[in-house]
């Protein structure tokens, strides 16, 4: 009977140990707003044995690339239609674990106040990736600016415009350099987490930006070998909570929306 009360003392400890030590989750982001929101529910997940360590990250590449490689557990960056567009090129098989904001996408510019400014041959920078280039266009096609072969083509380039009656140059850069550029052309489309960065606020600054029903909802990525991970799991239900969405809408004032 004491060798039976003493093992089991003994893996009461052990479980506590455990239970204290954490399970380490490094999961990548991007600066604003993924690594802040992370920030914030670090002390929660602590909580339930989990030791989050976040990796910041200010391209759209290597988040993916060290996830596939097991370099990363997860990361929390990327909308559907670009992690689809990043799986079919670099042969990889990341999946979304669970949808947490939206960041309404828009253009800005230093040179002109309304879009109706932009002279005949005017000059727009917008990402060089296949879905955010072609989630640029499509804006650029609903305000009116251009007409694309096919207006729902997620991954359109410049190649894919059918008309362009004010004959716009387009400028394909990497999504975090846009920002960078806005001094050299006459409007650029921005992911709102590198237009935050900037010091832009889309709510105010943007010359066009998509709705509150953007389809292109930011989601937490795994792979299919750790997604149903009790810690990944964790991850997904704090990023989802009262707290992050209480978080969200006070801190970004619309420029970044909860989708839960």
């Known amino acids: 009977m004491k060798k039976v ?21 490094v999961v990548a982001a991007t600066p604003i707003p993924h690594a802040e929101i ?3 529910i670090k002390p929660t997940l602590a909580k339930e044995g989990v030791d989050l360590e976040i990796k910041v990250f200010t391209d759209y590449v290597q988040p993916n690339v060290q996830v596939d490689q097991k370099r990363l557990d997860a990361n929390y960056f990327q909308t559907l239609p670009y992690l689809k567009n990043f799986n079919e090129g670099k042969g990889t098989n990341l999946v ?19 879009l109706a400014e932009l002279k005949d041959g ?12 072609g989630r ?5 096609q609903k305000a009116g600016l251009i007409e694309l072969k096919d207006p729902k083509n997620a991954v359109a380039t410049p190649k894919d415009i059918a008309k362009n009656p004010h004959k716009f140059k387009f400028k394909e850069l990497e999504s975090a350099m846009l920002p960078r550029v806005l001094d050299q052309v006459d409007l650029a489309m921005i992911n709102t987490n590198y237009a935050l960065d900037a010091g832009l606020n889309p709510a105010k600054d943007a010359l066009v930006i998509e ?4 389809p292109y909802v930011n989601y937490l990525v795994a792979r299919p070998d750790n997604k149903d991970n009790v810690a990944i799991q964790k991850l997904a239900k704090a990023l989802t909570s009262p707290e992050v969405k209480a978080f969200i809408d006070k801190k970004y004032s619309g420029a970044v929306l909860p989708a839960f």
Do not use: R
């Open 5 to 25: 009360l003493l093992f089991t003392a003994l893996a009461a400890a052990l479980t506590a140990g455990l239970a204290q030590a954490g399970e380490k989750l």
């Open 38 to 40: 992370l920030e914030l």
């Open 96 to 114: 979304t674990v669970i949808g947490v904001h939206v960041e309404p996408f828009g253009g800005y510019s230093k040179k002109v106040k309304s």
């Open 122 to 133: 005017a000059t727009i920078a917008i990402p060089n990736e296949g879905s955010n280039s």
């Open 136 to 140: 640029a266009l499509i804006l650029l």
């Open 211 to 214: 709705g509150a029903d953007s």
